[in-house]
């Protein structure tokens, strides 16, 4: 079977990306620990949102808010400016910094994109902080919703 041919939107999707890895990267000065965690994250994210199969657009603010998820204090005119330095576009950057802003407030969860996030987020810092098999179960029962993310959480931790 020969191998599909990456889209342009699917193209620019990673060049955007990457570029905001690479700001990310010296936001963080390196450290090793920051930034394993926003590229555990953006793993995950990018695999479930692609088996979810979500637009071009929404993958494309997944993977953006995924890697910008973890920036510390006053978030959002930091993710903004960020996202601008990038030549990412205000209405990308608008939802961006939504998901980030209300990526640990359940309630707020109202994009497929956004859901997958706080998904993905929520398997890795499981993971990261070693949480109790009944506490993942508990938190996590009504939180997940896309059968990837419950797959992957399962997965994950043998439930």
Same mark, same amino acid.
């Given at each position: 079977?020969?191998?599909?041919?990456?889209?342009?939107?699917?193209?620019?999707?990673?060049?955007?990306?990457?570029?905001?890895?690479?700001?990310?990267?010296?936001?963080?000065?390196? #450290?090793?620990?920051?930034?394993?965690?926003?590229?555990?994250?953006?793993?995950?994210?990018?695999?479930?949102?692609?088996?979810?199969?979500?637009?071009?657009?929404?993958?494309?603010?997944?993977?953006? !808010?995924?890697?910008?998820?973890?920036?510390?204090?006053?978030?959002?005119?930091?993710?903004?400016?960020?996202?601008?330095?990038?030549?990412?576009?205000?209405?990308? !950057?608008?939802?961006?910094?939504?998901?980030?802003?209300? #990526?640990?407030?359940?309630?707020?969860?109202?994009?497929? #994109?956004?859901?997958?996030?706080?998904?993905?987020?929520?398997?890795?810092?499981?993971?990261?902080?070693?949480?109790?098999?009944?506490?993942?179960?508990?938190?996590?029962?009504?939180?997940?919703?896309?059968?990837?993310?419950?797959?992957?959480?399962?997965? !994950?931790?043998?439930?």
């Amino acid at each position: 079977m020969p191998d599909k041919k990456p889209t342009l939107a699917q193209i620019q999707r990673t060049a955007n990306v990457n570029r905001v890895a690479l700001k990310m990267k010296e936001y963080h000065n390196g #450290d090793p620990v920051k930034v394993q965690h926003f590229v555990r994250v953006y793993t995950l994210a990018k695999s479930i949102g692609e088996i979810e199969k979500l637009s071009d657009e929404e993958q494309l603010d997944l993977e953006l !808010a995924a890697v910008v998820h973890n920036v510390e204090g006053d978030r959002i005119p930091i993710v903004r400016d960020m996202l601008k330095d990038c030549g990412i576009s205000d209405a990308v !950057a608008m939802h961006v910094c939504h998901m980030v802003e209300n #990526d640990h407030n359940y309630e707020h969860i109202s994009t497929l #994109d956004h859901q997958i996030l706080v998904e993905a987020r929520l398997i890795v810092d499981f993971k990261e902080k070693n949480t109790p098999v009944n506490d993942i179960v508990r938190k996590s029962e009504d939180i997940f919703i896309t059968n990837t993310g419950k797959l992957f959480l399962k997965r !994950a931790f043998n439930l």
